[in-house]
């Protein structure tokens, strides 16, 4: 993935290998999750055709790794979503996954995307405190008493990562807001959805993220996801299941057609 820039927005680019969909997809990660810990899943996508980007919390330089910017409230990560996505253009998929599933939802008042994928969703005040109730004693006084623009995670999590690249620290701000609570509900309605439960993850509970599919524009998808890095160590099944998902769903809305076929 590359560092492309929109305007005042930093985000991190798939590119696709042949172009076949017109509608790019935007990935919004979860908790702790880096974009290296996305690129397995950001580039099965790419090479099926799609263009994808992520908007990450906290930017990184790809190459050397340096912070370029730190801390944010929930409110300006939102204000990030809704102009990428504006720039992005108006046929767009959200890919969310647990927080960023909840902001994908949190910002359908304002945007208009084709399709959501829903990875692991949960509500956000519901993550912070499964987060830290997962740690032990000690891991959650050190987890509870860092000062600074940023939060390192701690504890079981940070022990199962895949490598130590899948993990990005959050915004102080931003983990303050959720554990707070911030202004969320379940929009009214939504575009086509597929949601994907967990297990094992320290953040989010199993029958909690099922609740978010509704059986008719959110659909509970087969896969389940494991553990806090699943889009590192288990993409394989999440990416096939929500690439045929888009493509049942949206069909000759993305598809790319050869200019012989148009013009011939």
Wanted: aromatic share 8%; hydrophobic share 45%.
């Amino acid at each position: 993935m590359r560092s492309v820039a929109l305007g005042d927005i930093v985000l991190h680019m798939e590119p696709p290998e042949a172009a076949r969909y017109h509608a790019p997809i935007l990935i919004l990660p979860g908790l702790f999750q880096s974009a290296i810990c996305w690129r397995g899943l950001a580039s099965i996508l790419a090479h099926r055709g799609w263009e994808v980007y992520l908007l990450p919390r906290v930017v990184r330089d790809m190459a050397s790794g340096n912070v370029e910017q730190e801390d944010k409230s929930w409110d300006e990560a939102l204000a990030d979503v809704v102009k990428a996505s504006e720039r992005l253009g108006e046929k767009l998929i959200i890919f969310g996954s647990d927080v960023g599933a909840a902001m994908a939802l949190a910002t359908l008042e304002q945007t208009r995307p084709m399709a959501l994928g829903l990875f692991a969703p949960t509500e956000p005040a519901r993550a912070a405190a499964s987060f830290s109730n997962s740690l032990g004693f000690m891991d959650r006084r050190r987890f509870n008493k860092q000062t600074g623009p940023l939060v390192e995670p701690t504890g079981t999590a940070v022990r199962d990562a895949f490598q130590k690249s899948d993990i990005s620290p959050e915004p102080a701000t931003f983990m303050g807001d959720l554990a707070a609570g911030v202004d969320f509900a379940r929009p009214a309605t939504q575009p086509p959805s597929i949601v994907f439960g967990t297990q094992n993850d320290p953040a989010v509970d199993t029958e909690h993220s099922l609740g978010f599919a509704d059986g008719q524009v959110a659909k509970e998808a087969q896969a389940r996801l494991v553990g806090r890095w699943w889009p590192s160590i288990g993409w394989e099944a999440a990416s096939e299941q929500v690439h045929r998902f888009l493509i049942l769903t949206l069909s000759d809305r993305v598809v790319e057609f050869p200019d012989e076929i148009i013009n011939g």
